[in-house]
T-cell receptor, first 114, second 114 residues
């Protein structure tokens, strides 16, 4: 069975700082997809970034980037120049290619302080 | 596009009552997912449909829960009879099946059973 682990229940940084959220996963599959979702206080789940396992290049979306280490089964999210609006729960998620079931981690509560 | 639409946004009911949650997926999406989010268990997949057909309902907690998708633009999740432990946020999500496309989430329904 696939599992996703987020080892940091909570994190807090100052505005404009860079923060990295960690995520590890366990699978015997070779082809899969990884996602980071953001859940602000409004509770809406918003996709932040995605990574295909067959791509070696790390995905980037504006201030958000990932460090994908396939051999280590690690998928961390880096937020640069953090903003107050980045305050949210962040969930790492995993899906096997060809399957549709998303497996979520337990989440990291990120607070950006002014 | 209006995104995934869920109703109601909030529901408060008494134990033993029937509860029906509704979802309208994004037009053109052919997969629909129902999730439950609680503090204790995080995000759990309850059931998902492909082309209106239930594919995996292994996450449905017990017979009190049922889900239907009578057409491509509407799905319901019913709890009968409801119990206090059913209190949670219920999310509906949709996607294009068998692609790398991510799941798009609705705003969720916060259910409180007293």
């Amino acid at each position: 069975a696939q599992t996703v682990t987020q080892s940091q229940p909570e994190m807090s940084v100052q505005e404009a700082e860079t923060v990295t959220l960690s995520c590890t996963y366990d699978t015997s599959e070779n082809n899969y997809y990884l996602f980071w979702y953001k859940q602000p206080p409004s509770r809406q789940m918003i996709l932040v970034i995605r990574q295909e396992a067959y791509k070696q290049q790390n995905a980037t979306e504006n201030r958000f980037s990932v460090n994908f280490q396939k051999a280590a089964k690690s998928f961390s999210l880096k937020i640069s120049d953090s903003q107050l609006g980045d305050t949210a729960m962040y969930f790492c998620a995993f899906r096997i290619q060809g399957a549709q079931k998303l497996v979520f981690g337990q989440g990291t509560r990120l607070t950006i302080n002014p | 596009d209006a995104g995934v639409i869920q109703s109601p946004r909030h529901e408060v009911t008494e134990m033993g009552q029937e509860v029906t949650l509704r979802c309208k997926p994004i037009s053109g999406h052919n997969s629909l997912f129902w999730y439950r989010q609680t503090m204790m268990r995080g995000l759990e997949l309850l059931i998902y449909f492909n082309n209106n057909v239930p594919i995996d309902d292994s996450g449905m907690p017990e017979d009190r829960f049922s889900a239907k998708m009578p057409n491509a633009s509407f799905s319901t999740l019913k709890i009968q009879p409801s119990e206090p432990r059913d209190s949670a946020v219920y999310f509906c999500a949709s996607s294009l099946a068998r692609t790398i496309y991510e799941q798009y989430f609705g705003p969720g329904t916060r259910l409180t059973v007293t």
